[in-house]
């Protein structure tokens, strides 16, 4: 158990190197263009080189990388070349502003898709089971721009009655995270959905489900005492690789509402080549992606005593 | 006894199967109306030409709402766009672009994560270690991610989606490969070809790849759904086909801004594009329904 976990720990640090390096070489590719989008495109060529030098840009690729880590490894993050502060000063905030943003999915999400795929997985091939099923393929076939469009129409333009951007410039407010939430929950809640009703009806056809109903226990009891629990195992995990999934999902719905979280970020430093935030953002992703794994790997054997570590 | 009269009677039998299973579809409604969804939008992308009532490219009149008649006698049905483009025109032309490129873009990405695949499940050892290691790498960033720095980085072109498509899906594409050549290397089958001494990407194609073949399709068409979707962000995030051309995706981003004037302008892109993934959606669905039945 430690030992699965240490080696975790390793897989993950050993991702995040290669990771890091293969991001060094691919922003290479195209080192010229940094400059032109810090200095504008009437910048002499002699500005640019200036600039170049001065960060470091004429120094071997090895070098500036093993600078990079080094000072990685001690926190600290280096300077974003578009904001012109430490990275993790425009970093955390982003990141805990996405984490509001995918704690209030996920409140949405789980509730929802457990409880629909119980009752679609319950009875597979009632009304009730098909009428779930193709309604969450149905939102899960329509993108998050899509619905963002769809239901920014309906309810900022229709309605009237919710804020079109997300920006939280005065402060939190609880009514512009209404849609980005909704519009990921739409996108998100299909698969959880069918996820469940995959596992529950799984178990329901399950020995031991039919030696319950035959001894002539109620049904809500096989239900809740018998089926759930087993039938909650494959979800917890699907839940857990969301986590994961909403890092990288939230960057079509911040673009769109103007939300200024982690993807926001990430997709703007994308564009300008802001080498330090990439590869910080993408350490965080790494880890996130490892984490969640690794806890939901770790949950499942807790879960489900049938599977050890071997 | 020569290979080839070996190999006839299989193909036809791999024939025969496809027109059962395209036969077996035909219980499943919901796979049907998927079927339909898509061969709607293949004919649409097909006639194109023919069917769209102005060139895709062409600025009439800007701001027109659906229903409006054109100055030389056409209706702009949908409407048009900012800068006067007939919407629907665009659609039908957008529908070839996306038919284009989102097949192509999953066709690259199996037959890269395919071989992959084979060889981790069927050498093993440390050809797995290694070919693991590497989508695990890759699978570990959050696809998006990938997409956005690859696209920012080599620039937007059509080719370049392409390629950005397929390095991102081809190691979810070899962890399926691999998991199910895992499950089928200890067939009989596939000891019968290893004692005839056959070598072993024989094995591979001819022996694993077929009966592979199953789940595959059912992968293949969810995923078609996915990169038409991918293609449609990208195009959203404005990293998508350069401008003129119709894109999908490029006509939500260029028009929301004015959304809420003149909604139609991105509506009806979001219809098209939503419609589409649910025809590859349902016909997943239907496909994984008569699979499981027999």
Known sequence: ?310 | MSEQTIEIPRRESSILLAFKSLALLRESAVGMVGLAIILFWVLVAIFADLLAPFPPNATIMPLVMPGTEAPDGGMFLLGTDHIGRDILSRIMHGARQVLIYGPLATVCAYSVGIPMGLAAGYVGGLTDEILSFVANVILSFPVLVLYVIIIATIGASAVNIVVAVTFASAPGIMRIVRGLVLDLRSREYVFAAQTRGEPPWRIMAVEILPNARGPLIVDACLRLGYVIITIGVLGFLGLGLPPPDPDWGGMINETRQMAMAFPHMALFPCLAISSLVLGFNLLADGLREVSLRD
Not at chain 1, 66 to 84: A, C, P, Q, T
Not at chain 1, 244 to 270: D, M, P, Q, R
Request: overall charge neutral; charged content about 15%.
């Open chain 1, 1 to 310: 158990m430690m030992i699965f976990v240490l080696r975790r720990c390793g897989t993950m640090v050993l991702t995040m190197l290669v990771v890091s390096l293969l991001l060094f070489l691919l922003l290479e590719i195209s080192p010229g263009n940094v400059a032109t989008k810090v200095l504008g495109p009437y910048s002499s060529e002699e500005q640019r080189n200036l600039w170049l030098e001065a960060h470091g840009y004429f120094d071997p690729i090895y070098e500036r990388y093993f600078r990079w880590l080094g000072n990685f490894v001690i926190g600290d993050f280096g300077d974003s070349i578009r904001f012109k502060v430490p990275v993790g000063e425009v970093l955390w905030p982003r990141l805990a502003n996405t984490g509001i943003l995918a704690l209030a999915t996920l409140g949405v999400v789980v509730p929802v898709s457990l409880i629909l795929g119980v009752l679609a997985g319950m009875r597979e091939g009632s009304t009730l089971d098909r009428t779930i099923s193709v309604s969450s393929i149905v939102t899960t076939s329509v993108p998050e721009f899509a619905s963002a469009v769809l239901l920014s129409a309906v309810f900022v333009f229709l309605l009237d009655i919710l804020p079109g951007t997300s920006g939280m410039s005065e402060g939190f407010d609880l009514k512009q995270l209404i849609l980005p939430v909704m519009v990921l929950a739409v996108y998100d809640f299909g698969y959880v959905t069918r996820m469940t009703r995959a596992s529950m009806a799984e178990v329901m056809l399950t020995h031991y489900i039919r030696t319950a109903v035959l001894k002539g226990l109620p049904y809500k009891t096989v239900i809740a005492r018998h089926a759930l629990r087993n039938a909650l195992i494959t979800p917890f995990t699907v839940i857990m690789l969301q986590i994961n999934w909403l890092l990288s999902g939230v960057i079509v719905v911040e673009y769109y509402f103007a939300y200024k979280g982690f993807g926001a970020l990430l997709l703007e430093a994308s564009l300008n080549s802001d080498i330090f935030v990439i590869e910080a953002c993408a350490m965080v992703a790494v880890f996130v992606a490892v984490a969640t794994q690794t806890i939901a790997d770790v949950g499942y054997t807790y879960l489900n005593p049938r599977i050890r570590f071997s």
